[in-house]
C-alpha cells in the first residue's frame, strides 16, 4: 500500500469520529458563514468547533435523539421549533444555567437583556441568536414614478403594477395581508388570537392580489425574480436582500412596515456527544460582543438589546466599511411598524394555517 | 425397483461415509458459501429496505404513546355519553395525568395532541404549571371542572373534546384519514376535514396527473429518439447518445434552474416570442412556478428513464422484420404498427414504469419550480418530517404512495405481463 494510499484511507476512516469536536448544525450560505466569523473565529478554541449544514426542521433532531445516535452538539433552530423541542425533551434543560451567560455592560443577565429587547426567552433549552424578518423589497427603477413606501402597496396593483414575490408557505404573508387591511401591527397576533375569522380576513386581503404572486421556495429566489423583473416587489429574509445590497452592490429598496420579526436559537441537543465544550461555546456565541460581530457580515440583527449598543457605537460596523444600521430590522422605528412574531401561537396553528394556505395557493 | 436399492450394499466413498451423505455435506457446504456470499446483500437489503418499509408501515397506525400518558383519562372518555361537556370523572382524570405526568412525556403527547386540535399545545402548557401547584398543595378542589375552566376557559370549549375521539385508539387509522382529507367527529365516525383545509386529495389526484402526463410526454418524445439512436450508424448514434447522457450526468439543481432561466416570463422563450411579435410584451405566457412549469421540467429531467431501456430493446430488434413485413405487402405505416412496435412493448414498459415510479415521488424539481399549484405529495412528507413532526402522518402518506405503485404495478402484470418488462 502506497504511503499516500494510507494516509487518505486513515483521513476517511477518522472523519465520522472526530473525537472532541462541537458540532453545530445550522442553515448554511452566508448565514453560517457569518456565524463562522462571529463565533467561532473569535471562540478561545475555535478548532474544536465545526459548522454542519442542514435543512432546519425538527425532522433529524428527533431521529438523533430517538435512536440514541445524536451527532450534533448545537442547532440553530426557528423559535416555534425551540419551543417545541424543549417540550418534547430534544433539547436539554439549560434554563439553570442562564446565570453563567455573560452578561451585558450594564449589567443586565442574559434574560434580562434580551427583555431589554422586547423578547422573552421562549425556551429553556436555548441561548438566543438573531431577529430576522420577512420584510418586502423593491428595485426603485421599476418604479419610476411614485415608489411603494407601506405594506398596503405591496397589496395594491393598480397603483403599483407588476407581479408579487411571495413564498409558497403561510408565515409572514398572512401577518402583512393583515396590516394591509388595517390591522395595527402591534395588534396582530391579538387580532389572530381574539377574533374569530381573523385568518379568513387575511385570506380575504391576500385574494386581491392572488392571481398577481409568483410563488418562490428558495431564500435566494426572491432577490433573483426582482432583478430580472420578473416580479415588481416581493417578500424575502431580510439578511439576503441586507447583503444583495451590501456586499453586491445591488439597488434595492425595503418596505418595513409590515415586516415580521421572527427570532433564531441555537439549542443544546440532548445527549450531545461533547455537552460541556458545547455549552462553553453557546455562552460565548451568546454574547453581546459576538452578536454584534455577526452583524458585520450579515444584516440580522441581535435580539440581546446590548448587541445593538455595541453595533450602534461602532458605526460604520459592516465589514466592507459600510453603516450596517439602516438595513438592520430592529431599529426602534422599524420595530414601531413590524410585526413581532409569536412564535407559540404559531407552534399552535402552523399546520392548520399551512394546509389552508396550500389549499389556497393550489385552487 | 425399491425393493432392489434396499437390498444392494450402500455404495461408500473412501472415507467408508455412505455416498448419499458425503454429497449432502459437499453440497451443504456449497449451500452455506453460496448463503455467506450473498449474506451481506441480504443484510443490506434487510437493513435498509425491509426494516424501513415495516417501520414506517407500523408508525403509519401508532399511536400508543399518548396511550401511555393519559391512560386514565382516554378510559373515562370513552364512557361518556358524548352529549355536552365530559362529565367530572374525566377532568379529574385528566388534572392527576397532566399534574404526575413526566415533562418529556407530556410534552410529546402534546405535539401528538394538537395534530388533531390546534391549540391544545398552549392550552395544556398554560395551565399545567397552575394544575400542578393546586396538587402540590395537597388542598384538591371539589370540581376538578369548574377548577380547570376557571383556570383557563379552553377547557371548557367542546371543540377540544371533540378531537379527543381522535387520539384513544392505541392503533389507530386516524392518519390514514387525515392524509385523504378525513378525520373523526365526535362518535368516532369518519368525516369530512374542514373545508378550508382539504387539500390532500387534490394533492394526491395532483400527482398522479403530472406523473401521468410526464410518463406520456417522456413516451412521445423519448420514442422518435429512441429510434433514431438504434437505426443511425454508430459514429451518428454515438454522438447522439452523448446528447442524451450529457444531461443525465448533470445535477439536477442545475437542469431546474435551467428551466426557470428558460420557461420565467423575462426568460428565453418568452423574450423569443415577444421578438418574433407572437405575443406582446404585457402577454408574456406564465409557463414557471406552476403546474405547467413541473411537468415541463420534470419530463425533460426524467427522459433518459425512457429513451435508454427504449433504445436497448430497440436495437436488438432485427431490421429484417419491416422489410419482411413491407415485402409481404404491409404498408410502412402498418409495417410499424402491427410489426416493430408490438417489439417495443417491452422497453415502452421497463421506461414507463420507471419514469411514473420516480415522477410520483419526485420532490425537488416540484418543489423549485411548482410554486402556486405544482406542488406534488412528497412536499408534504416533508413538511410533515420537518415542521409539525407529524410522524404518523408521513408514514401514512409514505404507505398510501407505496400501496397506489403496488396496484398499478398489479393492474401493469394483468394487463401487460410483468415478464414482458426488459431494461436491454
Known sequence: MSKFFKAFLLAFLAFPFAANAVTVASWGGAYTESQIKAYKDTYSNPDIIQFENYNGGLGEVRAQVESGNVAWDLVDVLPDQAIT?????????ISGLYGDFIAADNGDGLIAD?????????????GPQIFWTYVVFFDPDAFPGNKPSRIADFFDVENFPGKRGVHTWANGF?????????????????????????VD??????????????????????LELVKSGEVSMSIAYNGRVGAAVLSEGENFEYIWEGQLLEQEYLCLMTGAPDRENAIDFLIHSTSPASQAEQAKYITYGPMRASGIDIIKAGEPWFHTGIDVMPHMPNTPERLKVSVMGD?????????EIDERYAAWMGN | MEVFISTTEQILTTDGLPLKVSLKKAERKNKIRAFLL??????FILVTFVVPIGDMLLRSVDDSHINTVFPNTFEEYRKWDRNDLPPEEVYEAIFFELATGEGIQVGKALTRMNYSKSGWKSLIKKTRRQIKKIYKSGELPT???DTLIDIHEGWGDTLFWISMAQMTEERTLIYYWNAIDRTYDIDGNVVMQDEKRRMYVKTWIRTLKVSVYVTFFCLILGFPVAHLLANLPLRYSNLLMIFVLLPFWTSLLVRTTAWIVMLQQKGVINGVLVWLGIIDDDQRIQMVYNMTGTIIAMTQILLPFMILPLYSVMKVIPKSHMRAAQNLGAKPVRAFIRVYLPQTVPGMSAGGLLVFVLAIGYFITPELVGGKDGQLIG?????????????????AIGSILLAVMLVLYWLYNKIVGIDNIKLG
Open chain 1, 201 to 222: 380576513r387575511a385570506f380575504a386581503k391576500m385574494d386581491t392580489i392572488k392571481d398577481h404572486i409568483v410563488h418562490w421556495s428558495a431564500g435566494a429566489k426572491p
Open chain 2, 38 to 43: 450473498v449474506f451481506p446483500l441480504l443484510l
Open chain 2, 379 to 395: 412536499h408534504w412528507i416533508a413538511y410533515h418530517l420537518k415542521t409539525t413532526l407529524n410522524w404518523g402522518l408521513c408514514a
Open chain 1, 174 to 198: 398572512i401577518q402583512m395581508a393583515l396590516v394591509a387591511d388595517g390591522v395595527k401591527p402591534s395588534a396582530v397576533y391579538t387580532v389572530l388570537k381574539d377574533q374569530t375569522g381573523a
Open chain 1, 85 to 93: 423541542g424543549c417540550d418534547e425533551g430534544l433539547f436539554e434543560d
Open chain 2, 143 to 145: 370540581s376538578y371542572k
Open chain 1, 343 to 351: 412564535p407559540e401561537w404559531w407552534a399552535d396553528n402552523g399546520a
Open chain 1, 114 to 126: 434580551m427583555e431589554a429587547n422586547g423578547v422573552t426567552n421562549l425556551s429553556d433549552c436555548c
